[in-house]
């Protein structure tokens, strides 16, 4: 969607004022400004003054339209070493664009390269060089850094094959392998710099670049679901200077880096509150390793699950009826009633039914890092290993890295991590869906079945998680208390490589540190490090608590932050999660659901959780790259 542009000369500078359309179509859940006043606050947020050295920074990022190698097995044109900034020191910071051939007139230009002009008139799957979107992966596990690559991209086949053009943009991040900064918002910068020099070379290149889509998993299914819901944002912007990216036209016009659509499996993200939710959602019903009865941690894991309880009631999230959902006291746990539980509950009632609809029987149970029984995908892997259709480009340290976070210290719970209470066994082969019902019922029945409609109903969430979600990591899941977790490393500073973020954390630590210090393990230097690290800023003088906003995409959405409307959101969002993991709550992805059913903005939201499936590309049924495709395809109508 083009944006309606107004330009004002003002004594040698250009003053650009970038007025955004909003989604032509409002969520059935919507219960927020109208689009007239989200438009009028979007707008706000996106001016930006603009000055001849603006201008003369883009051209020299305009692409080199003689530069182009062909790969003829693949039938595709393509370039790398694209760079989206003018100072940038980064060997991640270029990008690969792989175009069909069908869209481009060709010219020899040298050995090996081509001259190349768009053409307008052939079609690959219905699209044309002008209709054409742009699909972007996000291959961060653990917020990794993602390798430019060098060369032909054998992931792009897929994808261009169905008539996209597939870009490919290295980015910054944990574990990359030069000394530049890989911490936050440096990836989402970058991915957002890439994208502004897709628009600024619109007429250079093949595909809609108002059509573009970003998907990843885990670390990068949370940058995508970033880069959807922060589009323009104002705070970006002294980052984006810093490499050089092109914030305007060679003709004076701001840039955009808003896109069209996002999809996430199983993304690590709302750090804010990830570590409460982990809490609320699993901890609290762990007995074992930090969670062990008499050790402060334990104490605080309680803690963090109330202090989650007064967020969601503040949170404003509704259902499809527009039930605020809230959560209340009760007896069965910490504030495990009320109708956001419900709402949740219900969500995994649905995810069962889901598989139940889904599964044929004889059913054999496979990892729950890897495909569900109903969804036989290829390339599936499990979490922080490469993304099925992403890069393949051998990345050292990237594509390789650790799922986010660490296991809990000390024994782990009854049935393990990653097997629902040691019901459900990997390789396992279930004749019928009353066996399969029996095994989950094996430690205790939760799950009643429905043989006549081939439904279930589970008795609580408490169940579910005892079962099927314990908890993987310790108290402080994402924010160690020795700055442990990987998402430690993403707030680095100039003087330490990774820093404290939960400011909920911090404050129970201090204002508790009486009750505390009476139980095991408490030492009084956690909240100073806490107190410490907060006050820390980065090196263009942003707060934790500024980077912590940038890298989440519940401050764009929702008004319970400042950052509500002030940027442009994707019009579309898929999100796909096993619901069995350990890497983070359920109420992760369930409140990223709700908040954008929620906005003006968002013209559709496809979620769903995969039952008996872990920290992976979950679909229900068929491959995650073909339903990710198909999906873009029903987005655009095609």
């Not at 419900?342 to 609809?357: I, M």
């Not at 990345?395 to 650790?402: A, D, F, H, L």
């Not at 998680?465 to 998402?487: I, M, N, P, W, Y």
Request: proline content about 3%; charged content about 20%.
């Amino acid at each position: 969607m083009k944006g309606k542009r107004r330009v004002i000369l003002l004594g040698g500078m250009v003053l650009t004022s970038l007025t955004l359309l909003t989604a032509c179509q409002t969520s059935a859940t919507n219960n927020n400004s109208s689009s007239a006043n989200t438009s009028k606050v979007v707008a706000k947020a996106t001016k930006y003054q603009v000055s001849n050295s603006d201008i003369s920074n883009a051209k020299k990022l305009l692409i080199n339209s003689s530069k182009w190698h062909y790969n003829a097995k693949n039938k595709v044109y393509y370039q790398v070493n694209v760079k989206y900034g003018t100072k940038t020191k980064s060997s991640y910071e270029s990008m690969g664009i792989y175009i069909p051939a069908a869209y481009i007139n060709a010219k020899k230009s040298g050995t090996n390269t081509y001259k190349i002009s768009i053409n307008t008139n052939k079609k690959v799957n219905g699209y044309t060089a002008s209709t054409a979107p742009i699909v972007m992966p996000i291959n961060t596990p653990g917020y990794s850094a993602q390798q430019a690559p060098t060369g032909y991209e054998s992931g792009s086949a897929k994808f261009t094959k169905a008539g996209f053009i597939y870009v490919l943009a290295g980015c910054r991040g944990l574990n990359q392998t030069d000394s530049s900064n890989g911490s936050s918002p440096w990836g989402v910068t970058d991915l957002k710099a890439a994208i502004r020099t897709l628009r600024l070379n619109e007429n250079r290149i093949a595909g809609n670049t108002n059509r573009i889509f970003t998907f990843g998993h885990s670390g990068g299914g949370a940058q995508s679901a970033i880069v959807g819901s922060s589009g323009n944002s104002k705070a970006y912007i002294k980052y984006l200077k810093a490499i050089g990216a092109p914030l305007t036209t060679t003709s004076g016009k701001a840039t955009s880096d808003a896109t069209e659509g996002a999809m996430s499996w199983c993304p690590i993200t709302s750090l804010d509150t990830a570590n409460e939710a982990y809490e609320w959602n699993m901890g609290q019903y762990s007995t074992s390793g930090t969670r062990a009865s008499g050790t402060f941690t334990k104490a605080l894991s309680n803690d963090m699950a109330k202090k989650y309880a007064e967020y969601i009631n503040k949170l404003g999230l509704k259902d499809s009826k527009n039930q605020k959902l809230t959560l209340k006291k009760s007896s069965s746990g910490i504030y495990t009633s009320g109708t956001y539980a419900e709402y949740l509950k219900a969500e995994v009632e649905q995810s069962l039914n889901n598989f139940l609809k889904d599964t044929k029987f004889p059913y054999t149970a496979t990892s729950m890092n890897g495909p569900s029984g109903a969804a036989q995908q290829s390339g599936s892997k499990p979490s922080g290993q490469k993304l099925s259709g992403a890069p393949n480009n051998n990345m050292k340290n990237g594509n390789n890295s650790k799922p986010s976070g660490k296991k809990p210290s000390g024994s782990m719970p009854n049935g393990g991590a990653g097997s629902p209470g040691g019901s459900q066994s990997s390789g396992k082969t279930y004749k019928t869906v009353q066996s399969y019902i029996e095994s989950l019922n094996k430690n205790g029945t939760w799950v009643k079945y429905n043989a006549k409609t081939n439904t279930a109903k589970i008795t609580s969430l408490k169940a579910f998680v005892t079962h099927c979600k314990e908890a993987s990591k310790d108290v402080g899941a994402f924010d160690g208390l020795t700055r442990q977790q990987t998402e430690n490393n993403l707030f680095a500073t100039t003087t330490r490589k990774n820093g404290h973020f939960d400011s909920t954390m911090s404050n129970l630590l201090s204002e508790n540190a009486g009750k505390y210090a009476k139980l095991k393990n408490y030492k009084s230097s956690y909240a100073s490090a806490f107190a410490s690290d907060l006050k820390q800023k980065d090196a263009q003088g942003n707060t934790m608590t500024t980077r912590l906003n940038m890298y989440n995409p519940m401050y764009y959405l929702s008004d319970y932050y400042k950052g509500y409307n002030t940027t442009k959101v994707a019009k579309y969002w898929r999100i796909r999660t096993g619901i069995n993991q350990g890497d983070t709550a359920l109420t992760v992805e369930t409140n990223l659901a709700l908040a954008l059913k929620q906005d003006s903005q968002v013209k559709s939201v496809n979620f769903a959780t995969v039952w008996g499936q872990g920290h992976t590309e979950a679909e229900r049924t068929g491959n995650n790259e073909t339903n990710f495709i198909k999906w873009v395809n029903k987005c655009l109508k095609n």
